[in-house]
């Protein structure tokens, strides 16, 4: 099973701002659909909690959310209290390739445990304000294999990249 992890980034490492994506960008959530669709996705309780309620469950996706809190209840989503476990779900079903998807904390353990082998970045090209940021990556550990500009327009305040990277071995 590939572990992949996808985010949208400020080129100063914001990822979000109280609660919220810092940004407006339709295409990019597009993209966030259509390469997550049909796969486990997860994320942290938070992060969850950021989703519209219209919209929690992500649909079309097994999601699970990684919690300490022993009695959360996420109705539609699966509950676990580590990332491994979340993991380990994922695995069992024979999943291809699961996705974690947020937030800050999530990112950075993942990262750290050197648990994800894919990342699919939407770099923003702006520094945006933020009190979430997305973890650094060290450039040696990572090898790009796709790179798709999408300029400004009148629905995107700013240009943005689809970038793919894959874990160097």
Same mark, same amino acid.
């Given at each position: 099973?590939?572990?992949?992890?996808?985010?949208?980034?400020? #080129?100063?490492?914001?990822?979000?701002?109280?609660?919220?994506?810092?940004?407006?960008?339709?295409?990019?959530?597009?993209?966030?659909?259509?390469?997550?669709?049909?796969?486990?996705?997860?994320?942290?309780?938070?992060?969850?909690?950021?989703?519209?309620?219209?919209? &929690?469950?992500?649909?079309?996706?097994?999601?699970?959310?990684?919690?300490?809190? &022993?009695?959360?209840?996420?109705?539609?989503?699966?509950?676990?209290?580590?990332?491994?476990?979340?993991?380990?779900?994922?695995?069992?079903?024979?999943?291809?390739?699961?996705?974690?998807?947020?937030?800050?904390?999530?990112? &950075?353990?993942?990262?750290?445990? /050197?648990?994800?082998? /894919?990342?699919?970045?939407?770099?923003?090209?702006?520094?945006? #304000?933020?009190?979430?940021?997305?973890?650094?990556?060290?450039?040696?550990?990572?090898?790009?294999?796709?790179?798709?500009?999408?300029?400004?327009?009148? &629905?995107?305040?700013?240009?943005?990249?689809?970038?793919?990277?894959?874990?160097?071995?």
């Amino acid at each position: 099973m590939i572990v992949s992890a996808i985010a949208a980034v400020a #080129q100063n490492g914001t990822i979000g701002n109280k609660g919220d994506l810092p940004w407006h960008l339709p295409d990019d959530l597009k993209y966030f659909q259509r390469i997550t669709k049909d796969h486990h996705v997860i994320t942290g309780r938070k992060n969850y909690e950021s989703i519209p309620a219209k919209y &929690r469950p992500l649909k079309d996706r097994v999601n699970i959310v990684v919690t300490r809190n &022993r009695g959360y209840v996420a109705p539609g989503a699966l509950v676990v209290d580590s990332l491994n476990a979340g993991l380990e779900i994922a695995h069992l079903a024979n999943e291809s390739e699961a996705f974690i998807i947020g937030g800050g904390q999530i990112y &950075r353990e993942a990262l750290t445990m /050197r648990l994800v082998d /894919r990342l699919y970045l939407t770099v923003v090209h702006a520094d945006v #304000q933020g009190d979430t940021h997305f973890p650094k990556l060290d450039g040696d550990e990572w090898e790009e294999l796709e790179r798709k500009r999408h300029e400004a327009d009148e &629905r995107h305040a700013h240009a943005f990249s689809f970038v793919v990277l894959e874990r160097a071995h």
